[in-house]
């Protein structure tokens, strides 16, 4: 009989620190065990700046998520994000020997070298190597060409790296818990593997990840990933925004935002107020609503204009049947899929999961899907490569790549 798993998904974010614990069970079916999350400090757009503030913090995520789901953690999948994390696509071809009647595995190897052998800059670490297609004689995509017939083999390769301090940063807040890393995973690719279906991939998808410090995003395209990237603005610029237009101390700014925000057209009538009472840091006001909202969709509008510069410059060219995935923090404002479908002139869709049970209002929420994404990462990993020992993660780094060259 086969077993169940148990894996755990780390988010370390600029709000929050989120720790998701899960059985994974062999048809793939997840349930959910326990959630620990603690008020994320030391942390400024996704990265440590605050080494002891931010341990602290994730240890009291970490002992909130063991007392709730009954399990003992001694190694995660991690999520980083981060303005710094960029990306590119490369390929490697090879000529196959004409004494050689099929493509070989040796010949795949090879081409996955040819594909990986790519310059960054020296102060980057390789994430993630993901694998697009594979092409034979210059023909239509194929997803295993071992065994084919062919000249000519082509690797196409999706590369994701960011600067490797401040990812080292991250791995040593965990391991001086002390906590395994199984593996680093970019949040919004995480993600994508909880809100998005095959058909999603296949038809073309834009998963954006609105945190409070940074703005992730990925874009599949033909079933693999073609473009990711990061922008430095999230929700905390909003909180920044309100509190500075309306003369508002940000805890009262970050009140007035989550309770009364909204970007829904006709949400308010014009004149309509909202008292802030009196308290000891603060002299009550009377704040009208529909300069709120402005405020709060102005920034908005600013932060999805970011990201669709950043896919403009790599000439993103959506088809029929595309569709833009929302989750994070940022992603629960009121009428925020009107305002992305009218910057993007695409539809907003509701994401689609395999079966999870357990703690439902849990993963129903966005806000959760990049450390339930990582389980998923998760089954990936165990599915697709050999168990490693403890910290096996470090010859990977060391040979250059964090990450590994599965399909996700």
């Known amino acids: 009989m086969a077993k169940t798993n148990i894996h755990v998904g780390l988010e370390i974010g600029t709000a929050k620190i989120c720790v ?39 240890h009291d995520a970490l002992v909130r998520a063991e007392e709730r789901s009954d399990v003992m953690i001694r190694s995660v999948m991690m999520a980083v994000t981060g303005p710094h994390i960029q990306s590119l696509n490369n390929r490697g071809r090879i000529s196959i020997a004409e004494e050689q009647n ?8 090879e081409a996955k070298d040819m594909a990986r052998n790519v310059q960054v800059p020296s102060d980057n670490v390789f994430i993630h190597s993901i694998i697009r297609h594979y092409y034979v004689d210059g023909g239509e995509r194929v997803l295993n ?40 995973v970019f949040a919004p690719v995480a993600a994508a593997q909880v809100l998005l279906a095959r058909e999603d991939k296949e038809n073309g998808a834009l998963v954006i990840d609105l945190g409070a410090g940074t703005t992730d995003f990925v874009v599949y395209q033909e079933g693999s990933i073609s473009i990711s990237g990061s922008v430095g603005i999230g929700g905390d610029h909003i909180t920044n925004d309100i509190g500075v237009v309306l003369k508002l101390p940000m805890v009262e700014a970050e009140k007035l ?13 014009p004149g309509e107020t909202v008292h802030i009472e009196d308290n000891a840091r603060f002299t009550g006001m009377e704040i009208d609503r529909e300069m709120l909202n402005q405020i709060i969709e102005m920034r908005l509008r600013e932060t999805l204009d970011e990201v669709k510069k950043k896919l403009a410059s790599e000439n993103f060219l959506p088809g029929g049947g595309f569709g833009i995935f929302l989750c994070g923090g940022g992603s629960l404002v009121d009428g925020l899929s009107t305002i992305v479908e009218d910057v993007f002139g695409l539809q907003v869709r509701r994401g ?7 703690l439902n209002s849990t993963f129903e929420n966005p806000q959760y899907a990049v450390p339930i994404g990582l389980i998923r990462y998760a089954q990936l990993v165990e599915r697709e490569r050999p168990k490693r020992g403890p910290f096996g993660w470090i010859v990977d780094q060391v040979g250059g790549f964090l990450g590994s060259t599965r399909r996700v």
């Not at 079916?29 to 605050?50: C, H, T, Y």
């Not at 099929?102 to 190897?109: K, P």
């Open 257 to 269: 935002k989550l309770k009364h925000g909204t970007v829904r057209p006709g949400a308010v009538e």
């Open 102 to 109: 099929e493509i070989s595995y040796d010949d795949l190897a």
């Open 145 to 184: 060409p071992v065994g084919m017939e062919g000249r000519r083999l082509e690797a196409d390769y999706h590369i994701i790296h960011g600067l490797r301090g401040r990812i080292h940063n991250a791995m040593r807040c965990v391991r001086e818990i002390p906590l395994e890393v199984e593996d680093v």
């Open 20 to 58: 998701v614990v899960a059985e994974v069970r062999p048809d793939g079916a997840m349930k959910i065990l326990g959630v620990g999350q603690a008020p994320s400090r030391g942390v400024r757009k996704g990265e440590i700046v605050d080494f002891n503030t931010a341990q602290t913090c994730l």
């Open 352 to 358: 689609n999961s395999a079966p999870i049970s357990g």
